[in-house]
């Protein structure tokens, strides 16, 4: 699965406003909410599911990174959203330090193996240093896509 079937451009926060793990997570909900890919009617439960998920286990991989993710029923389909952090927020990390780019997966209850294959070319990126220095400059949703298409057509870089 490449990153243009499920990654929604339109949503991207290209520099989170909130300084804690909840509330980036509550940023991003809203901007696919934002961009008609979430109900608005869902947005507070998805919230509060993905911070449960959280709260049970980080999702802070470590080297900068977090990816929060849940499945729900109001998900019609894998979808993710990427926010930035310049400053680095607390996800308590595998590695302790703070996150600076969170890539939030919200995937429908039904078909697990599309949410493991997206998760799948997440991590399989997110493992090259290079990639991740690349996404952290990324300062504009145009930067992000661009990024993401090239990683599709040039999975091995």
Not at 44 to 57: D, F, G, S, W, Y
Not at 68 to 90: C, E, F, M, N, R
Not at 96 to 107: G, K, N, W
Not at 117 to 133: G, T, Y
Request: aromatic share 6%; proline share 5%.
């Amino acid at each position: 699965m490449k990153f243009d079937e499920f990654v929604c451009f339109e949503a991207t926060v290209p520099e989170l406003q909130s300084r804690d793990r909840d509330g980036a997570i509550a940023e991003l909900v809203s901007a696919l909410v934002q961009a008609g890919r979430l109900p608005a009617h869902a947005g507070a439960e998805i919230t509060k599911a993905v911070i449960k998920r959280e709260n049970e286990a980080s999702t802070g991989m470590g080297k900068g990174v977090a990816i929060p993710h849940v499945k729900h029923a109001a998900a019609k389909d894998v979808l993710a959203v990427v926010g930035q952090s310049t400053a680095g927020i607390d996800f308590a990390a595998l590695d302790e330090r703070p996150v600076y780019a969170v890539i939030l997966l919200i995937s429908p209850l039904k078909n697990p193996d599309r949410h493991l294959q997206a998760m799948e070319n997440v991590f399989k990126h997110l493992q090259n240093e290079r990639f991740r220095k690349f996404l952290r400059q990324c300062r504009t949703p145009e930067m992000l896509e661009d990024l993401l298409k090239e990683a599709d057509e040039h999975p091995s870089w």
